[in-house]
């Protein structure tokens, strides 16, 4: 039993130190592009300061203040958002955002190609979606981060009629709801925008939030997780949806965060050996120090 517990924290610290991390969010500025009509990010420095404490130690306070829409940067759209019986930010299960899985569906030839292209369900890697193993998030690469963040280059301008960028179709959105919503739980996208630019109605967004699945938008630096991902079988990966915790909120700013196993690297796997045997060398040592007590009670120990 002590050398199944041995192993099991061996295998825990190596697979701890051999992940790496992809931040999937923008930084948050007023210049970032924006859904035109929405309330762009207001920061507003309240104040700095030196103080003085009692015993004459001065230390310094910053305080600032922010006004933005729920659905500006890296953000969530809560089911609620379009569907008056669906889940707000807040109500959403946690098990659903943290630690879940995540796939990435390449889009990005056929998007350059396409105005205003409609994802289709034969762009979907189905074969691979079957290999899911619990929740997971759909992520869609249109190679459109890449302009970021000029509105005019990856929105298509700043009113609601010039808007072009890809987006899913309705057919897409509705396969997805009646094949998969079991333990698909989330679907993302590197635009404004789930549905295309030119769409007047949002069918996608409507028809995920029927079924309780939320929307993330401006989903940065797919781009690079598929770079290390190219010569992986394995296609899903660890994914975390950390967004403000907002009551009745319909969205909000969050931080997206990718963890891969990290196969180039060997340094943790030697680590977590080294810990292997520092704690078989420390369990050797206390027996050592049980036995001579027990058989060689007349053993000095000084």
């Not at 015993?55 to 759209?77: K, P, R, V």
């Not at 992520?139 to 987006?167: C, M, V």
């Not at 925008?193 to 079924?211: E, N, Q």
């Not at 969205?251 to 196993?261: D, I, K, S, T």
Request: charged share 20%.
């Amino acid at each position: 039993m002590q050398l199944f517990h041995l192993l099991f924290v061996f295998f825990n610290i190596t697979s701890i130190f051999s992940l790496i991390n992809f931040d999937l969010t923008y930084t948050i500025r007023s210049t970032n592009p924006i859904f035109p009509g929405l309330t762009s990010f207001n920061f507003t420095q309240t104040f700095t300061s030196w103080r003085q404490d009692d015993s004459n130690e001065y230390y310094f306070i910053a305080l600032n203040t922010f006004i933005t829409s729920e659905h500006f940067g890296t953000h969530i759209d809560a089911p609620y958002h379009g569907s008056n019986t669906s889940w707000t930010l807040e109500q959403i299960p946690f098990e659903r955002l943290v630690s879940i899985q995540a796939l990435i569906v390449d889009v990005s030839k056929k998007s350059s190609r396409v105005k205003n292209y409609q994802i289709q369900i034969d762009d979907l890697n189905e074969d691979v979606m079957k290999q899911a193993n619990g929740f997971y998030v759909l992520l869609f690469y249109t190679g459109k981060s890449k302009f970021w963040p000029n509105q005019d280059a990856y929105a298509g301008g700043h009113i609601r009629e010039e808007l072009e960028f890809p987006g899913l179709s309705p057919q897409l959105a509705t396969y997805l709801v009646d094949k998969y919503s079991d333990n698909l739980v989330g679907v993302g996208i590197d635009t404004l925008s789930i549905d295309p630019g030119s769409s007047k109605y949002f069918p996608a967004h409507r028809i995920l939030f029927k079924k309780n699945i939320y929307v993330l938008e401006n989903v940065a630096a797919l781009n690079r997780v598929l770079k290390y991902l190219s010569n992986r079988r394995e296609k899903f990966f660890t994914f975390d949806v950390l967004p403000m915790k907002i009551e009745g909120g319909t969205g909000a700013p969050c931080r997206l965060v990718a963890r891969l196993e990290n196969f180039d690297d060997g340094s943790g796997g030697w680590f977590g050996f080294l810990i292997f045997c520092l704690l078989l060398m420390i369990i050797g040592i206390a027996a050592k120090v049980v036995y001579d007590f027990k058989y060689n009670p007349d053993k000095d120990f000084a």
